[in-house]
């Protein structure tokens, strides 16, 4: 069994407001895959792997990760498996320099001294961030500011990594830069979560696709399948990239094809 | 309508606090009415771009400016914020940034800007309830604006500048925290004011709304205008774009791919629809 994670019959209520952010939701994840999780605002995204990482418990149904249900780990424990890089770097960002902040994941998680330096130089190197690792973060802009708080999760070197919308608010090579952040996590073995609207970047980086709609499963397949799916696509107003939307005009290119490389081998195989 | 409403001279501006950049345009005109797109790559000069139209520069930045901006027959060093106001309208990418906190619920908040202004009440109810119902923002008029969506929020920053009724709208990447669903509402919405005849100023990353929106793109760069011209000139010039750190969308790299492969040879195509039409024409084998 190389289930990393696997959630049964998740159901969570927000209790200050009484609203189901999740009903019922159950899937597993190999190691190794990359997962997007697409939907609309408020479809329950964040709350879904907020679970993953043990910010959030069930209020019906469990959640395991690595075998072992959430609800008998606390977060500390948790930290050493999921790596969450959040939406806003400023809700995650809190030393005064970037170095400081890159570094404080894996000190808190006990590595020894080498490991550290290790660890950290890799994930400044793979942000780009080597260069400006003495400043303040806020010394940088808000999309960089991005790339601090995604070095900050990569330097504790976690089996599953969770990205909620890495790409908002940046410009192409950022974006260039996050998706080789991803094709390196990928390469390594990590197992590897996606929150996006981005649904260029979904098809580039991501096998499998979870569309949420209202806190339940709409679609969980391949992400070449879930492109395919465009009546289902439309009632959450989810639309496929341009070049499969491209595709899917003709009868002799596949509806799924997710890559100008993919269009162009089947004119001329 | 060929009457220019914005008009650029010999500008120079610089921020105090940062010597390495220089925003520099020597000359543009923009015509009223029209739907024009700025990109660029990040610290290209975007947003000081729109602050210079809004009067942001140089009446609430410390720097040094030359030349002059002109929005009608005002030059906007001459002015004040508070006229520049009415004739044109800032909205930024975070909604909740330009939210004054004043406002108790939606209603009250998109008011705010109009009794600054000096409106009597009657008018100011009449002006907020027309604009929410524009907007569609019915539903949400009595709720407090930090419990909406960040979609609803942005647009009620907008209805909160477009109470003003101004005639210029200057967007500084207002989808870029959106939803896809939040974004398509944002860019219908504008849509329908360009049909109402106010000039739009939109500077976002997402080409291909843009490429269906804009009469015109402005490419800024290192403080400069790169080049302006009409979308389909700006979006099929792939080497243009990548040479400023921008990427083309993905049919427009289709046709460089045929290109490279001695398949093609006339200019790329831009859009889904174009796209299709050059395909089926060039290749009658493609069904």
């Known amino acids: 069994m190389d289930e990393i994670i696997k959630i049964e019959k998740l159901t969570f209520v927000y209790q200050s407001a009484n609203v189901k952010a999740l009903d019922n939701v159950s899937f597993s994840v190999r190691k190794g895959e990359v997962v997007g999780i697409i939907g609309q605002n408020g479809s329950g995204k964040t709350t879904l792997v907020k679970h993953i990482n043990g910010l959030l418990k069930p209020t019906r149904g469990n959640v395991f990760v690595n075998g072992v249900n959430t609800k008998s780990k606390e977060i500390d424990e948790l930290s050493k498996t999921v790596g969450y890089v959040f939406q806003n770097p400023d809700d995650q960002i809190f030393s005064n320099s970037i170095i400081d902040e890159v570094s404080f994941g894996p000190k808190n998680l006990g590595f020894g001294k080498r490991r550290i330096k290790e660890l950290v130089e890799e994930a400044l190197k793979t942000t780009g961030l080597e260069y400006v690792k003495k400043n303040h973060p806020y010394d940088l802009p808000y999309n960089k500011r991005k790339l601090i708080a995604i070095a900050s999760i990569l330097s504790m070197n976690t089996e599953v990594v969770i990205f909620d919308e890495p790409t908002t608010g940046q410009d192409y090579l950022n974006r260039r830069i996050v998706i080789k952040i991803i094709e390196e996590l990928k390469k390594k073995g990590k197992t590897i979560l996606v929150i996006s609207h981005d649904m260029d970047f979904i098809a580039e980086t991501c096998n499998r696709a979870i569309v949420l709609k209202e806190g339940k499963i709409l679609l969980d397949d391949t992400t070449d399948k879930i492109f395919m799916k465009k009546q289902i696509l439309k009632s959450t107003r989810l639309k496929p990239p341009q070049i499969t939307r491209l595709a899917q005009r003709f009868k002799r290119i596949y509806d799924g094809t997710l890559s100008v490389e993919g269009f162009f081998n089947q004119m001329y195989k | ?287």
Not at chain 2, 125 to 145: N, Q
Request: aromatic share 8%; hydrophobic share 40%; charged share 25%.
């Open chain 2, 1 to 287: 309508m060929n009457q220019t409403i914005i008009e650029f001279n010999n500008f120079k501006w610089h921020y105090s606090n940062n010597r390495k950049f220089r925003l520099d345009i020597q000359e543009l005109k923009i015509r009223k009415g029209s739907f024009v797109g700025i990109i660029g790559p990040t610290g290209a000069g975007k947003t000081t771009f729109c602050y210079s139209i809004m009067g942001v520069v140089p009446h609430l930045q410390n720097g040094k400016m030359e030349g002059s901006v002109r929005i009608e027959e005002i030059e906007t060093k001459n002015s004040s914020l508070n006229v520049l106001s009415q004739k044109v309208g800032l909205v930024v990418q975070n909604p909740l940034s330009q939210m004054s906190g004043a406002g108790l619920n939606v209603e009250e908040e998109i008011a705010f800007g109009l009794e600054n202004h000096g409106y009597s009440r009657q008018e100011m109810i009449k002006k907020v309830k027309k604009i929410i119902e524009l907007i569609g923002l019915k539903e949400y008029a009595r709720r407090s604006p930090f419990e909406l969506s960040g979609g609803q929020q942005q647009k009620v920053a907008i209805a909160s500048i477009l109470v003003l009724e101004p005639e210029i709208l200057v967007l500084d990447e207002p989808t870029g925290y959106l939803d896809p669903l939040s974004t398509d509402m944002i860019f219908t919405l504008v849509k329908e004011l360009k049909k109402q005849g106010k000039t739009i100023i939109f500077v976002s990353h997402k080409f291909e709304y843009l490429n269906e929106l804009c009469d015109e793109i402005i490419l800024i760069n290192k403080g400069k205008i790169i080049k302006k011209g009409a979308p389909t000139e700006i979006f099929s010039d792939i080497s243009l774009l990548s040479k400023n750190n921008l990427g083309a969308m993905d049919v427009t790299n289709l046709f460089a791919r045929l290109k490279k492969a001695g398949k093609w040879k006339k200019r790329f195509a831009v859009s889904v629809e174009e796209s299709e039409k050059e395909l089926r024409s060039e290749f009658p084998w493609m069904r």
